[in-house]
Nanobody
Framework: QVHLRESGGGSVQAGGSLYLTCAAS????????MAWFRQAPGKEREAVAN?????SVLYADSVKGRFALSRDNAKIFLRMNRLRSEDSGIYYC????????????????WGQGTQVTASS
């Protein structure tokens, strides 16, 4: 079993920055693919970025050049710069074995979520 604990988030003006952290606990979690997803009210949950156990990162097109995902063993960090109102939503950390993918069903472990709000 893997447990995920998120921290960070909050409210900023559009153009500002926020920093999210997710820590995974579990005997093999340092080898898992870890990712951030987000969900805005009335919309489906969408992938933001993922990182594999050797540090290779993939970003959704909407956040490329603004967000930076990094990893230290079983902990990941998401630096979000130049935030836009459309980045607002609940951000969820996810983890799963195997290769990184954008598919939500590839991630059996999820955090509780943390709110991010960028107001214009």
């Amino acid at each position: 079993q893997v447990h995920l604990r998120e921290s960070g988030g909050g409210s900023v003006q559009a153009g500002g920055s926020l920093y999210l952290t997710c820590a995974a606990s579990g005997s093999t979690s340092e080898r898992f693919c870890m990712a951030w997803f987000r969900q805005a009210p009335g919309k489906e949950r969408e992938a933001v970025a993922n990182i594999d156990n050797v540090g290779s990162v993939l970003y959704a097109d909407s956040v490329k050049g603004r967000f930076a995902l990094s990893r230290d063993n079983a902990k990941i960090f998401l630096r979000m710069n130049r935030l836009r109102s459309e980045d607002s939503g609940i951000y969820y950390c996810a983890a799963g074995p195997g290769f990184c993918t954008w598919r939500r069903d590839a991630f059996p472990y999820w955090g509780q979520g943390t709110q991010v709000t960028a107001s214009s």
